[in-house]
T-cell receptor, first 113, second 114 residues
Framework: LAKTTQPISMDSYEGQEVNITCSHNNIATNDYITWYQQFPSQGPRFIIQ???TKVTNEVASLFIPADRKSSTLSLPRVSLSDTAVYYC??????????????FGKGTHLIIQP | DAGVIQSPRHEVTEMGQEVTLRCKPISGHNSLFWYRQTMMRGLELLIYFNNNVPIDDSGMPEDRFSAKMPNASFSTLKIQPSEPRDSAVYFCASSLESTVLGYTFGSGTRLTVV
């Protein structure tokens, strides 16, 4: 059973705000939610992480509702360089286990001029 | 820090040959992961180590694949003998064991087996 579900692809235009939602209905109490970005020919890069409510950094915002069964990655005013695959991960590695090590297929975001 | 360093960046080999991929994790990180990425299967976890000890190798596709971590600063992934279906990009990543889902990936090795 997949731990996360996210759209296969999305497209938008430069200057727009893009929101990518990830569903994780079976999230556990100790699980964190983490998003990665991957450009072609590069490894995934950590973007943002959260547990509940809202987290913001210089790259993105992460919105997590009270039930934590979903999360939304928000990219403000995207540019062509934001074209990439975005992965949502859910898990808890505080015990050093394998939880949270599975990347799904991700969301292929395409930004057009 | 130079980040996670993988070598070689590209490898082209003939079927049946042995292939060795190398990884140097970030200094101080005590967890290391090997992933394989293909168009069909996406990113697959092959094996991971905590404190140089292999913890879970259930993702290793066959006995032809083996991984070692002789010390905290070096790991290898070996394929012997290699087959065309092993063609993929192989990524190494490292993290602090206590870090919740915060992995740093290398640039990957693109392997082509002909």
């Amino acid at each position: 059973l997949a731990k996360t579900t996210q759209p296969i692809s999305m497209d938008s235009y430069e200057g727009q705000e893009v929101n990518i939602t990830c569903s994780h209905n079976n999230i556990a109490t100790n699980d964190y939610i983490t998003w990665y970005q991957q450009f072609p020919s590069q490894g995934p890069r950590f973007i943002i992480q959260g547990y509940k409510t809202k987290v913001t950094n210089e790259v993105a915002s992460l919105f997590i509702p009270a039930d934590r069964k979903s999360s939304t990655l928000s990219l403000p005013r995207v540019s062509l360089s934001d074209t990439a695959v975005y992965y949502c991960l859910v898990g808890d590695r505080s015990g050093g286990g394998a939880d949270g090590l599975t990347f799904g297929k991700g969301t292929h975001l395409i930004i057009q001029p | 820090d130079a980040g996670v360093i993988q070598s070689p960046r590209h490898e082209v080999t003939e079927m049946g040959q042995e292939v060795t991929l190398r990884c140097k994790p970030i200094s101080g990180h005590n967890s290391l992961f090997w992933y394989r990425q293909t168009m069909m299967r996406g990113l697959e976890l092959l094996i991971y180590f905590n404190n140089n000890v292999p913890i879970d190798d259930s993702g290793m596709p066959e006995d032809r694949f083996s991984a070692k971590m002789p010390n905290a600063s070096f790991s290898t992934l070996k394929i012997q003998p290699s087959e065309p279906r092993d063609s993929a990009v192989y990524f190494c990543a490292s993290s602090l064991e206590s870090t919740v889902l915060g992995y740093t990936f290398g640039s990957g090795t693109r392997l082509t087996v002909v």
